[in-house]
């Protein structure tokens, strides 16, 4: 019989991408217009070294508005996971049914953040333990995130999160940037 031994399981850190990792600059459909964060390439290998996992969640409708084909946001990723010692990238191409209709994109998902269902499948991907992981993100959306996933919560004030003015959404804790909450974490 086999027993799920939670000792095993990795904490992780969940990433927003734009904002967080990457220069916040509207939606990105070319390697150009990604600005990777120093600060950002530190932290992560802070918690690589630490044996944490660390996954990238983000939110991509441009592919479901037609802006970006799921190849074209594959060569972006490549470039990310090339840059950055991450574990693995997840990312909803969807958009609810609204506007214009592409399929097979326009749908309601449960990937789409603020549900949680990519943690929920990187959990399960690479053997996460929730309860001692971390959503890092800089809008409320993120951080509804994390607490829909059971996993404390960080805001970081680069990218929108520098317009983070008494929002109802409340982080379990805020810090200037991803750098200064790693530092916290392992220093
Ligand atoms: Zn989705």
Request: hydrophobic share 40%.
């Amino acid at each position: 019989m086999k027993t799920m031994n939670t000792a095993n399981k990795y904490p992780a850190v969940f990433l927003d991408r734009d904002g967080v990792v990457n220069k916040e600059v509207g939606y990105i459909t070319s390697i150009e217009q990604v600005e990777i964060y120093d600060f950002a390439i530190e932290a992560i290998n802070m918690f690589h070294n630490a044996g944490w996992k660390v996954i990238i969640i983000t939110n991509q409708s441009a592919v479901a508005r037609g802006m970006l084909t799921e190849a074209k946001l594959y060569e972006i990723h490549k470039y990310f996971m090339d840059c950055l010692n991450v574990d693995d990238i997840f990312y909803c191409p969807h958009y609810p049914p609204i506007d214009e209709e592409i399929y097979p994109y326009n749908i309601y998902c449960n990937c789409r953040k603020p549900a949680p269902g990519m943690i929920i499948e990187a959990a399960k991907k690479h053997n996460i333990d929730l309860k001692k992981s971390y959503l890092v993100g800089e809008r409320g959306s993120d951080i509804l995130t994390g607490k829909n996933a059971q996993v404390s919560t960080v805001l970081v004030k680069t990218g929108y999160g520098s317009d983070w003015l008494d929002n109802k959404i409340k982080p379990d804790y805020v810090f200037e940037n991803l750098k200064e909450f790693a530092l916290f974490l392992f220093t």
